[in-house]
């Protein structure tokens, strides 16, 4: 079967919009994505270096955070709800299935390359930026923050500014 | 009042409600078309402008609900997380991000949504990301000074450009307004085609102005608490309110029972409080009536509140500000705090007392001038501040 077609940006948006302001009024607090990753993350550590885990700062500070239950956090479960309507989106939609998408001009190596590159470079801006696109800027323009505004407008802005050199990886 | 956590949602139950709306976030997203990095990149080459249509009218609406809510009473803008903000370390941060945009073309959203759906590019993406993660973790004690550089704390863009937040809203919602009518024109010119769905027929006509009539109403409508304030400064207004009084005797008489149904709302300055405190008594300011934790104060049942301030008027203020909000039990005392000193803590028995009744309040005032100040010696440092709840913390 053909994949349907995607929602109207304008629909979509008012839809995302409307479970931010939900999200806000239930919880006090933003949607978000990069926080489940850095949740992970400390995880993955905690197992794998628990000597390193407790005396490095950045692990230690989450982790008292998070009374040692670095998954205990309600990105995570967020995160989780993610995965699960985008997968039932994905299933009445008829567009499941396994693909590495690329253009037609690189090749599949080329994007798997620049696929761990740009997740390891966003993965890193989000924790100098507090955020990513979910977490600072979207989030961060629904409460008018201005940390989150600026975080916004350099994100944007520098992919419009390095946009010109990547341009063979899309078009 | 919002949010409803931790009050109404508990800590724990907060948790299957993450699971809903991120079902409702990935399901939105995905439907968006974000789960395709073709889609997503679109927007830095000018072919497709699907981000930039979705993010801002997300935005957009969310930040005028924000807004309305809290214009409503609806929502405590004070206890809602506001992403703090650390200048240089949001900058670099978000141009870092940019960079990774254009190479990875996801963000962690979309890629977790696109790697729900099959997509294995996204899946490496997010593979890269716990690498990017790591490395800011082991490499914090280098960041670290960076990234808690120039911070400016919880503040708000219409702070920070020293405009009104209604006048920001408004001028937002232009801004994305026009943006959408100039990113269908460049990208009909980049396809070389016009694009069907977004021909600028009627309905897109209509909400436009649909957006701009919104945007505007923002600007129109006061702050319903300054409204209020408003009101409460002005002097006829108080005077002609309609309210129940408690006079200087009844408080006393009160206050020597130790009443328990008794709650003592001092209005006046911090300082002056702290000097003289009666028992059962709480201060606050005028602003304080609004926030969200004085409301659980104020909704106790079978309690009188009985506002006091130096002087009547103040007194009545007070008052009538928490009858407006729609507390219920709202007294103020009679003749303020001035008329209480004069006839009870300092109270001096008059040269003749002719009548039956005259008789009867000075014995009593002469019992409750040697009582009261003892009960309120007794209970000096028993008042607690009110506890105000923290903001939510959030962010990623």
């Not at chain 2, 889609?39 to 993010?55: A, H, M, N, P």
Request: glycine share 10%.
């Amino acid at each position: 079967m053909e994949p349907k077609k995607y929602m109207n940006p304008y629909l979509a948006g008012f839809f995302l919009g409307l479970t931010l302001l939900a999200t806000i009024y239930i919880t006090g607090r933003g949607l978000g994505a990069s926080g489940a990753v850095k949740s992970a993350v400390v995880t993955v550590m905690q197992v794998a270096a628990p000597n390193h885990t407790a005396q490095a700062k950045f692990y230690n500070d989450y982790l008292t955070e998070h009374q040692n239950l670095p998954l205990k956090n309600w990105l995570v479960f967020e995160v989780l709800g993610v995965i699960l309507g985008a997968f039932v989106s994905g299933l009445i939609s008829n567009r499941l299935k396994f693909t590495l998408d690329h253009s037609p001009k690189i090749k599949s190596q080329t994007r798997i390359a620049g696929a761990l590159i740009g997740g390891l470079l966003f993965g890193l801006g989000a924790q100098f930026g507090r955020g990513c696109t979910s977490g600072a800027a979207l989030s961060g323009m629904a409460v008018l923050s201005t940390g989150g505004l600026l975080t916004m407008m350099a994100i944007f802005g520098g992919a419009y500014m390095f946009a010109y050199f990547f341009r063979k990886l899309w078009i | 009042m919002g949010p409803l956590v931790p009050d109404i949602i508990g800590n724990e139950l907060n948790f299957i409600v993450a699971i809903f709306i991120g079902i409702s976030f990935g399901f939105i997203l995905e439907q968006a078309g974000f789960s395709s990095s073709k889609v997503l990149v679109g927007l830095f080459y000018g072919y497709d402008f699907t981000v930039l249509r979705v993010f801002f009218t997300a935005g957009v609406t969310a930040m005028l609900g924000v807004i309305l809510l809290g214009h409503f009473g609806l929502l405590d803008l004070s206890l809602i997380y506001i992403n703090p903000t650390f200048l240089w370390s949001a900058l670099v941060g978000g141009l870092i991000m940019g960079l990774g945009f254009v190479i990875g073309g996801f963000c962690p959203g979309t890629s977790i949504t696109a790697a729900a759906i099959g997509k294995i590019d996204a899946m490496i993406f997010i593979a890269g990301s716990f690498i990017g993660v790591f490395i800011f973790a082991e490499g914090y004690p280098v960041f670290e000074n960076f990234y808690n550089a120039e911070s400016w704390g919880n503040v708000r863009i219409f702070e920070t450009l020293g405009m009104s937040q209604a006048m920001f809203a408004f001028l937002l919602t232009l801004a994305a307004v026009g943006a959408f009518w100039m990113t269908t024109l460049i990208e009909n010119r980049v396809n070389g085609k016009p694009n069907p769905e977004f021909k600028p027929g009627r309905l897109y006509i209509g909400l436009t102005g649909l957006a701009f009539l919104i945007g505007l109403s923002a600007f129109i409508l006061p702050d319903i608490r300054e409204s209020y304030m408003k009101e409460v400064e002005n002097k006829n207004y108080i005077n002609n309110y309609k309210l129940k009084t408690m006079d200087s005797d009844e408080l006393a008489l009160s206050l020597m029972d130790d009443d328990n149904t008794l709650q003592i709302v001092d209005i006046r300055p911090a300082d002056e409080f702290k000097s003289l405190s009666l028992p059962h008594s709480q201060s606050l300011t005028l602003r304080d009536l609004f926030i969200k934790d004085v409301k659980n104060l104020l909704s106790i049942k079978h309690k009188k509140y009985v506002f006091i301030g130096n002087d009547e008027f103040s007194s009545k203020q007070g008052a009538v500000l928490a009858d407006m909000l729609g507390f219920n039990n709202i007294f103020y005392l009679k003749g303020g705090l001035e008329l209480f000193r004069r006839e009870i803590l300092n109270y001096r028995k008059p040269s003749g007392l002719n009548t039956r009744q005259e008789i009867d309040v000075n014995r009593f005032r002469e019992q409750a001038n040697k009582i009261i100040p003892v009960i309120i010696e007794k209970n000096k440092n028993s008042t607690a501040p009110l506890k105000k709840t923290k903001r939510v913390l959030g962010g990623c």
